[in-house]
């Protein structure tokens, strides 16, 4: 079992691009949680998301952030028009079918913004 | 919304000795508790868990306990090991509609010295 696979693990955007970062959870798993993590800072929840549905999404951003889990694929998360302030760490997480609580992060996708 | 607190935020003992970290929450209907535990650049890693269920829970050289009433809980290392450096997070959660979300408190950084 790979674990929770993210990508990539390092990405740099001038102000005003697009970042897409990617998130396969672990085999069977069908949650995936969105984190960020600014510099030396805690983790700070985002967005939790099921296969095609968004089921809570109380610590995204209003603007410029959104956020999927297509029926195929690896989840995104979508961050347009990019500003300093979003230079971060982003840690995708999941958990199994059951509901159970335990998360499995991965590795984070780091974004520096120039 | 949860809230978690975590104290102290830096925290160094000597090789042997123990270190102990609290956190206390919010939410009475919370009843998931894990600690994690970052090294620097790295994902958080779950290195024990309680739940509400449960008043004290032992892996080894780390304990975590639960007081549901005054609704704290705290790590605790014993014989601490240089390898224990990095920052501890604990979390809190309930069970949401068939996932989890955990609220982080904001991390403990452990040095353990020489």
């Known amino acids: 079992n790979a674990g929770v696979m993210q990508n990539p693990r390092h990405l740099v955007r001038r102000r005003g691009q697009e970042a897409r970062l990617r998130c396969s959870p672990m085999?069977?798993?069908?949650?995936v949680y969105w984190y960020r993590q600014l510099p030396e800072e805690g983790l700070k929840f985002m967005v939790y998301l099921q296969k095609e549905n968004i089921i809570d999404e109380s610590g995204m951003p209003k603007e410029r952030f959104s956020a999927e889990f297509p029926k195929e694929g690896p989840s995104i998360l979508r961050i347009q028009q990019v500003v300093r302030g979003d230079s971060a760490a982003y840690f995708c997480?999941?958990?199994?079918?059951?509901?159970?609580?335990?998360?499995?992060f991965g590795a984070g996708s780091r974004l520096t913004v120039l | 919304g949860e809230n978690v607190e975590q104290h102290p935020s830096t925290l160094s003992v000597q090789e042997g000795d123990s270190a102990v970290i609290k956190c206390t929450y919010s939410?009475?209907?919370?009843?998931?508790f894990p600690w994690y535990k970052q090294e620097l650049g790295k994902r958080p890693q779950l290195i024990i868990d309680?739940?509400?269920?449960?008043g004290e829970k032992k892996d080894q050289r780390i304990a975590v306990t639960l007081n549901k009433t005054a609704k704290h809980f705290s790590l605790h290392i014993t014989e601490t090991q240089p390898e224990d450096s990095a920052v501890y997070f604990c979390?809190?959660?309930?069970?949401?509609?068939?996932?989890?979300?955990?609220?982080f408190g904001t991390g403990t950084q452990l040095k353990v010295e020489l």
């Open positions: 085999k069977g798993h069908s949650h």
């Open positions: 939410d009475s209907a919370s009843n998931y």
């Open positions: 309680i739940r509400s269920n449960v």
């Open positions: 979390a809190a959660s309930g069970f949401t509609g068939g996932g989890n979300k955990l609220t």
């Open positions: 997480a999941s958990s199994p079918n059951s509901g159970a609580n335990v998360l499995t």
